[in-house]
């Protein structure tokens, strides 16, 4: 079971719903399977699952699906006991499945409506080809979004600007609003292209804004995002209004996180996003009080940028 995929096809951003239906399900799903079959143990499945961090595995044979297991089906037979037995006898068996040429739309409805993390997808010779989650519609999505911005950019430069037009821009975060999420990087990346400065400076700034952002949406209560040019460097600060960290050593190591499998499930969460700040800062401050607020600052100087692998 999961929460709902936080974007629908009702009230979406026109951009968005324009690639929910453009979009077919074989352009999002994974192709790369991994199955099991029917003989094979819970226990055996079970490893799978431990292996490659997912949480369904369906059982087929010949490309034909004959059911799924997933990690609650897992869960009960290791605390029923009979985690041993074959897949035959316990899989799931009525499964609702998708088709590779329906639109993405279908894949979204039927992910909020029955609240499953996973569906297999089937061809019109009811072969299986490949397995939808949340997290492939939202990583597809980001990067189409992504093509989109960046075609509408270059179709309609940006004007001519200066220091004083983003002296101080500031956007405000909610939590878990991943719809919004990236509107702040994105505005910041284009005041900054405006004024005609080191690609590599605006990708480090990008990074920086855009982890600090996705950090607050997923982390905190919500909170505000802001970029200002100060002589010769850019200062973004990020403040929310809490719960606060418990450890900041722990929080800036690569891969520690504290965010839950929802979130994991969507590709947030991996624990690399102010690893990731201060990694291209020339200077980077956290202070937080637990329960409270989270202040991080990222300073970038404008000249003798550092090489970004």
Not at 23 to 28: A, G, H, N, R
Not at 83 to 88: F, K, N, Q, R, T
Not at 273 to 282: E, F, P, Q, W, Y
Request: with cysteine; glycine share 6%.
């Amino acid at each position: 079971m999961q929460d709902d995929i936080p974007i629908n096809t009702f009230d979406s951003p026109t951009v968005i719903l324009e690639l929910i239906y453009r979009l077919k399900i074989k352009d999002v799903m994974t192709t790369a399977l991994i199955t099991a079959k029917r003989t094979d143990t819970l226990r055996h499945i079970q490893g799978l699952m431990r292996e490659n961090y997912i949480t369904g595995v369906p059982i087929a044979e010949d490309q034909r699906l004959l059911g799924i297991v997933s990690i609650d089906d897992i869960v009960t037979a290791l605390d029923k006991g009979y985690i041993d037995d074959i897949a035959e006898k316990r899989m799931t068996r009525n499964v609702i499945v998708l088709e590779d040429d329906m639109p993405l739309s279908f894949a979204i409805s039927y992910l909020n409506k029955y609240r499953y993390g996973r569906f297999p997808v089937l061809n019109k010779a009811r072969e299986l080809v490949g397995i939808i989650t949340s997290k492939d519609v939202i990583r597809t999505l980001l990067v189409e979004i992504n093509r989109e911005v960046l075609r509408l950019e270059k179709n309609n430069p940006p004007p001519a600007a200066d220091a004083a037009s983003v002296k101080e821009l500031q956007f405000s975060t909610t939590r878990y609003d991943f719809e919004g999420a990236g509107h702040a990087s994105t505005e910041i990346k284009k005041a900054l292209k405006a004024l005609n400065l080191d690609p590599k400076l605006i990708r480090r700034i990008a990074i920086a804004s855009y982890e600090l952002e996705i950090n607050q949406v997923v982390h905190s209560y919500g909170g505000t995002i802001s970029c200002s040019i100060q002589g010769d460097k850019v200062v973004i600060t990020a403040l929310d209004t809490g719960p606060g960290i418990e450890n900041i050593e722990l929080a800036l190591q690569e891969g520690w996180s504290t965010a839950n499998e929802w979130i994991r499930s969507l590709g947030f969460g991996a624990g690399m996003g102010l690893a990731n700040t201060k990694r291209v800062s020339d200077e980077f401050t956290i202070e937080s009080t637990l329960g409270g607020p989270t202040k991080v600052v990222s300073v970038i100087y404008l000249k003798n940028t550092k090489e970004q692998d």
